[in-house]
Nanobody, 125 residues
Framework: QVQLVESGGGLVQAGGSLRLSCAAS????????MGWFRQAPGKEREFVAA????????SYADSVKGRFTISRDNAKNTLYLQMNSLKPEDTAVYYC??????????????????WGQGTQVTVSS
């Protein structure tokens, strides 16, 4: 089992940057494929990015491709999401997730076993 804690959210102006972190404790994070999701008020949770156990493969939602970068440091048991060129439509609660299965780069929330509590990102226009 793994526990996930996100940090790094906040208020930023459009065009700005933030870096989210997700610290994993318990079983080592390299045992999990991991991802970032977000949920805006009144909307369903949506996929943002995913990364394989080694960090060698990544995938992104079209809406963030070229602006966001997912990475991981398995030695520190930490997942990151670098967000650049932020837009007001990026405003949401951001969640990190982990899955212990063998399939990499999962993009559906129901495919993940473990979730953090979320961190709020607000982008002002």
């Amino acid at each position: 089992q793994v526990q996930l804690v996100e940090s790094g959210g906040g208020l930023v102006q459009a065009g700005g940057s933030l870096r989210l972190s997700c610290a994993a404790s318990g079983r080592t994070s390299r045992s999990y494929t991991m991802g970032w999701f977000r949920q805006a008020p009144g909307k369903e949770r949506e996929f943002v990015a995913a990364i394989s156990r080694s960090g060698g493969s990544t995938s992104y939602a079209d809406s963030v491709k070229g602006r966001f970068t997912i990475s991981r440091d398995n030695a520190k048991n930490t997942l990151y999401l670098q967000m650049n060129s932020l837009k007001p439509e990026d405003t949401a609660v951001y969640y990190c997730a982990a899955d212990s299965g063998l399939v990499a780069l999962l993009s559906r929330p129901q495919e993940y076993d473990y979730w953090g509590q979320g961190t709020q990102v607000t982008v002002s226009s």
